[in-house]
């Protein structure tokens, strides 16, 4: 406990040792030397100078990075975390910084054991493993794909180098969803979910501990329309009927964040609403304004509550209600 009077000789050596240490770039050992006192003291000495407020810690942001921003996203959404890129633009021109920050986040944040779900049709997720550096030792158990994987000849490359290529980095065993993300029929999509290859991949949900995503809008990117997965024409106008605007894992929410009765949830394989939102960790990777009012929902509804998405979104998110 400090003394509420403190002696002028005592104050001038609080700044002595303070000046020392935090001006002068002294340690401790030396500072003691110097004023023949021993280490211990000059360790409290310190902490008293600190607490009398003779030193005061000021963190100074370097360009680029918003931390204030991050901070009072994670508190208007009640995020358990935000990571905000320094770059603006709509549709691809955020693709790389979004990339790039998801992977570091990656490296920063894997520790061991987990067991991922990632979705399969996401072109900023596909270009985070590309630029991700590998794991050693195994940082995770599985990389699961939490919605069909199976799309068009052209595309199906995509889909499958993002499992795989993560499960690598991460020293994982991958965990391919071997149907397409919509089928025809919810008869088909019974029949699929019986077979041993999809039944064990929607067993492998129940583990998971982070899911990676990406978010998307009413307007399929050109990927997943590529894929053969993407809404039809006429289902998308029955979606904007709802008030649908945005999707995870093609499960889609108003701008409440709240699930829409889609007409086609029914033929859908892939993770539901409830187990999503139960995963600990759901790093949702989005930016551009034209995916404004869906990243909006997205977090609005706890869909994701790990949000990496860009300078520009970042600001109205915080501006709009």
């Not at 996401?122 to 991700?132: D, F, G, I, R």
């Not at 024409?233 to 945005?246: I, M, T």
């Amino acid at each position: 406990m400090i003394a509420s009077t403190p002696s002028q000789d005592h104050l001038r050596l609080l700044v002595k040792v303070a000046r020392m240490y935090h001006e002068r770039g002294l340690r401790q050992p030396e500072i003691a030397s110097q004023l023949n006192m021993s280490q211990p003291r000059v360790s409290r000495l310190l902490k008293e100078a600190a607490d009398r407020n003779i030193v005061r810690t000021v963190v100074v942001s370097p360009d680029g990075i918003h931390a204030e921003i991050e901070e009072a996203l994670i508190e208007r959404y009640e995020l358990r975390d935000a990571v905000i890129v320094d770059t603006e633009g709509t549709g691809t021109d955020v693709i790389p910084a979004l990339a790039a920050a998801t992977a570091t986040y990656l490296d920063a944040t894997l520790k061991g054991g987990d067991v991922i779900g990632i979705s399969s049709w996401s072109a900023t997720l596909l270009e985070a493993v590309n630029v991700m550096h590998a794991k050693n030792p195994p940082v995770a158990e599985d990389v699961v794909q939490i919605v069909g994987g199976s799309g068009s000849p052209e595309v199906q490359l995509h889909a499958t180098r993002l499992t795989g290529r993560l499960a690598e980095l991460t020293g994982a065993r991958p965990v391919f969803a071997p149907s397409a993300a919509l089928v025809g029929s919810r008869e088909l999509r019974d029949l699929l979910s019986q077979e041993p290859a999809v039944a064990a991949v929607m067993k492998a949900w129940s583990r998971l501990t982070l899911a990676l995503v990406g978010i998307g809008t009413l307007d399929p990117s050109p990927l997943l329309r590529r894929s053969g997965n993407a809404i039809a024409a006429d289902e998308q106008r029955q979606l904007e009927e709802l008030g649908a605007v945005g999707d995870v894992c093609t499960r889609y929410f108003d701008a409440e964040g709240r699930a829409v009765a889609a007409p086609f949830n029914d033929r859908i394989i892939g993770i539901a609403p409830e187990q999503l939102r139960s995963i600990e960790r759901r790093i949702g990777v989005a930016g551009g304004m034209s995916k404004l009012a869906a990243i909006r929902g997205a977090v609005r509804g706890g869909w994701v509550n790990i949000l990496i998405t860009d300078i520009e979104v970042a600001r109205a998110l915080l501006n709009r209600r």
